[in-house]
């Protein structure tokens, strides 16, 4: 089991102790009582120990209903006080005075109520085996909750029994009689036995022959023991015990640590697990024991490919980091293209067919003619961008995922930027095409005879010029509609003004690009020109594209003996080219 995973630990408890008056009721609240549990490695015994509770931040702890928190009427009370007698745990409740409650104070009036659970995290624990299973106790332990609950788990703990008088105001215990000594008993085995998952008949055969507890609680370990040892061994993994899916849960806990955001309920019993927890849980869960070594041992042996998973898992949570930056610094210009995936590093060419011109209408014959469709290719080809880095062993025992986290993110950054450099040298070098003549060329009448200021008319003859855009044929209007404004820091405020709904006191103040042109910022174009480009949903200008296998930034492990802890590779498989100049539109500026 994690450590610091959320639990819950029911206890039976008796609403006598309940003072209508201050709306206060005292039970205890946890004891010494095995409870059955089960973690990677399977089932064990669980036994509380009241010597080991933190005990510095109890009061004012929520009283909840049931568990549950969707709204804050689940939240039905207060804690007022914890204390530790022996090995029991005790708790006085403050049950809320709200209306809504009533039916709650009710039920714990009138003895309807008589369940108690408790919400704890454990920092540590300690095992030992025993002829009964396995056995484990926190070596730290902290409430989180006490929940009034249906369903209890822990049968031997109980309300503690008071009475008052004005004469006596302290605390009095009483002392049961023998009847109800007796039907405590009971009441006690029947639920140790049901706890265990016996069947009923274990433990009328414990009540018919007198059994206190501690003879109870030996009778059936042995008839676990005596089961577990007769029953054929069948392994069935749930969903929370299949290795893939403790491997994706674990990848995720460590990228939330690293990177930050709100894990998955699925995923909160793994945030507390540090790098060397995990280490020891990828170990344990293939067999290898993790007693007795030390840190640089456990990562030694879990840095192994053939001996655990933690190598993947640390990949999968660095992988997951540095996507999240790489997608967050993503070049705007990306939207200005299509995407391709390419199988091979060889240069790719892109096709583009020309237009058909018109129908032809049929002669007498109704001979239909065949008519030619021109064609034009682009090429593009990838290439590989990477880089590497090492996780020291201070960083895997000292834990220091922020660093972990930075320094992966840094790699996710670099690669957007490595991809924005590429486009925007295709962008502004102006590179020739397939036929021999630059992108922007004034025979291909997309570019401005001179540079001009960033305007309502500027863009109106960027427009005009777009629309005029005819296909491959030479004779066929394309009809280009302009969608994105790309400018420099320089012109980001001017065009904001420039694109910016105002209201119109006269027709000739009507601005005609609201909200007919998006605006894309990049910080590398340092001048005053600006671009106009089309949906490339339409025609795309620019193209780009990674290798079909690996998608965006990439980080996997590479061996390193030279080094003590984990090396890491990132690199980016990644290859951009033009489209079609008739997507887009240059001016110079001023």
């Known amino acids: 089991m994690p450590l610091d995973a959320t639990m819950t630990r029911a206890a039976m408890t008796r609403p006598n102790s309940f003072d209508p008056k201050t709306r206060t009721v005292s039970a205890v609240v946890a004891t010494s009582t095995p409870v059955q549990r089960r973690d990677a ?13 933190d005990l510095s931040a109890v009061e004012g702890l929520p009283v909840l209903d049931s568990h549950r928190t969707a709204t804050v009427r689940d939240q039905i009370g207060r804690v ?14 403050e049950l809320t005075s709200a209306e809504d409650a009533e039916p709650i104070r009710q039920r714990i009036a009138d003895g309807t109520v008589s369940g108690v659970s408790i919400g704890y995290r454990v920092t540590g624990w300690t095992e030992q085996s025993t002829p009964q299973g396995r056995v484990k106790s926190p070596t730290g332990w902290r409430l989180t909750e006490v929940t009034l609950t249906s369903n209890p ?14 004469a006596m105001p302290q605390e009095v215990i009483e002392t049961p009689t023998l009847e109800e000594a007796e039907t405590q008993r009971r009441a006690d085995i029947r639920g140790l036995v049901r706890s265990a998952g016996l069947g009923a008949e274990i433990a009328d055969q414990l009540i018919d022959q007198n059994a206190d507890l501690t003879a109870a609680k030996a009778a059936i370990f042995d008839a676990l023991d005596e089961q577990r040892r007769s029953r054929p061994i069948i392994r069935v993994h749930s969903s929370a015990e299949d290795p893939a899916v403790i491997l994706d849960r674990a990848s995720d806990a460590l990228h939330i640590r690293m990177a930050g955001g709100e894990p998955k309920p699925e995923v909160r019993s793994y945030m507390a697990m540090s790098m060397l927890d995990m280490a020891r849980d ?17 990562f030694t042996r879990a840095g192994e490919h053939t001996t655990s998973d933690f190598p993947t898992l640390v990949s999968n949570a660095m992988n997951k980091t540095a996507l999240a930056s790489y997608q967050a610094a993503s070049s705007p210009l990306k939207s200005l293209g ?11 060419a892109s096709i583009r067919l020309g237009e058909l011109g018109r129908l032809q209408e049929l002669d007498e014959s109704g001979e239909i003619k065949h008519v030619t469709r021109a064609e034009n290719g682009e090429t593009m080809q990838l290439g590989t961008y990477a880089a590497g880095l090492n996780v020291s062993r201070k960083l895997l025992i000292d834990d220091d995922l922020g660093m972990l986290g930075d320094m992966t993110s840094a790699f996710g950054e670099a690669a957007a930027q490595t991809e924005a450099d590429i486009l925007l040298a295709l962008v502004t070098g102006n590179p020739n095409l397939s036929d021999g003549t630059a992108v922007f060329d004034a025979t291909r009448g997309n570019i401005a005879g001179a540079g001009t200021t960033l305007d309502v008319a500027a863009l109106d003859a960027a427009r005009k010029a777009m629309r005029a855009f005819k296909g491959l044929d030479g004779a066929t209007l394309i009809n280009v509609t302009p969608k994105y404004l790309l400018v420099g820091p320089e012109l980001e405020t001017t065009a904001e003004q420039v694109l910016a709904s105002i209201y119109a006191a006269t027709v000739d103040d009507v601005n005609p690009f609201t909200s007919k042109l998006g605006l894309l910022v990049e910080p590398r174009i340092t001048d005053a020109s600006f671009y106009v480009f089309a949906d490339p949903g339409r025609i795309a200008g620019l193209q780009y594209g990674y290798l079909s296998s690996a998608q965006g930034v990439q980080i996997q492990r590479s061996e390193a003996w030279s080094t003590l802890g984990l090396k890491f590779r990132a690199w980016l498989d990644f290859g951009a080219g033009w489209f079609d100049w008739r997507a887009a539109y240059f001016n110079a500026g001023v």
């Not at 299509?338 to 790719?348: D, E, G, P, V």
Request: proline letters at 4%; aromatic letters at 2%.
């Open 41 to 53: 490695r399977g089932p064990f015994l669980e036994i509380l120990t009241a010597d080991t509770l």
């Open 80 to 93: 007022r006080s914890v204390a530790v007698e022996g090995a029991s745990v005790v708790a006085v409740l």
């Open 153 to 166: 788990a822990d049968p031997t703990a109980r309300l503690r029994h008071e009475q008052r008088s004005p």
């Open 282 to 298: 990828s170990l344990a869960r293939c067999g290898v024991s993790t007693r007795g070594m030390s840190a640089d041992e456990v």
């Open 338 to 348: 299509r995407q391709r995936s390419l199988s091979s590093f060889k240069t790719a």
